[in-house]
């Protein structure tokens, strides 16, 4: 395993929140895409707007309603949240390491100090 002492715990704390920040700002694109990819034009009624975006075969038919937009921002909005999932579990196994390091340091002065064993 590589030593890299640029990315401290702290550090992957931090981009596991930047990355939450912006799967909370893909959610909103995707609610908004959803949203106002469903408003029928100005002057024309929704349920025409409907049976014009069924009638159209193809993938044109959903992106000009919006629908194919959201769904892109929610795709990801999902890798970047389970991206920061990744950033903290590395986070909490980094400062785990360092723990075990601390304890092991600490119990190694502890049996040195004590001196050698007694001859049975």
């Known amino acids: 395993m590589r030593h890299d002492s640029d990315m401290t715990p702290q550090r992957w704390k931090g981009a596991g929140v930047a990355l939450l920040v912006a799967t909370a700002l893909l959610i909103v694109a ?19 707007t409907y ?10 038919s959903v992106a000009a309603n919006g629908d194919l937009r959201a769904v892109v921002f929610g795709v ?6 389970f991206s920061a999932l990744a950033c903290f579990a590395w986070s909490a196994l980094g400062e785990a390491k360092q723990q075990r390091a601390d304890i092991l340091k600490a119990l190694t002065a502890l049996r040195t100090q004590s001196g050698p064993p007694p001859a049975a």
């Open 30 to 48: 995707s609610l908004f895409s959803a949203l106002t990819g469903a408003v029928a034009p100005a002057g024309q009624p929704v349920w025409e």
């Open 76 to 81: 990801f909005a999902g890798v970047t949240f």
């Open 51 to 60: 049976q014009q975006y069924v009638a159209t075969p193809g993938i044109h």
